[in-house]
């Protein structure tokens, strides 16, 4: 439900913007510029790093939690999240490939990703292509196990344990 703005609410949002002033064509421009991503400037720029894409490229076992004894569910420790609700498949992506990263340097070894249901009948929601992004590098190379789905508690059919490859010296 919508409702209607009061008058109160009105006048403060009127002082608040008296200072305010439209941006210019060129202030336009740079902001709607497209960013390069990180992943094309390191295959540019480094040959070593494609040759290491090669190689790792291939099929993450894909366990379901299920599957597991009560034992193994019981003990499972998160050391971080990272909640994907109402980020863009863009902005999830990149948004998962630096947690990863993030993840595997501090020598995390299980993380969550809550990325929501979403609607059920969609393939183009996050909960979908994230196991499509694991497979492929850059981000392949942080994981070393993806579990879905997660325990209830812990978002369900909504969300993924991800095991961190260790990051070696």
């Excluded at 941006?23 to 070593?48: A, R, W």
């Amino acid at each position: 439900m919508k409702r209607k703005i009061t008058p109160e609410e009105m006048h403060l949002w009127q002082n608040e913007m008296k200072g305010v002033k439209p941006l210019s064509i060129e202030q336009k421009k740079t902001l709607s510029s497209p960013i390069e991503h990180p992943k094309k400037q390191l295959q540019v720029q480094c040959p070593v790093a494609r040759k290491i894409e090669r190689r790792t490229i291939g099929t993450l076992p894909m366990v379901p939690l299920h599957k597991f004894g009560r034992k193994e569910l019981r003990h499972i420790i998160i050391d971080a999240r990272l909640d994907l609700h109402g980020m863009t498949l863009e902005e999830g992506h990149i948004a998962l490939e630096g947690f990863l990263q993030h993840a595997q340097k501090k020598g995390f070894k299980t993380v969550l990703i809550i990325t929501g249901k979403g609607a059920l009948s969609s393939q183009n929601t996050l909960r979908h292509y994230l196991p499509r992004w694991v497979e492929e590098p850059p981000i392949r190379n942080f994981v070393s196990i993806l579990h879905h789905p997660a325990k209830s508690c812990d978002g369900g059919q909504g969300a993924f344990y991800i095991g961190i490859k260790r990051l070696r010296k």
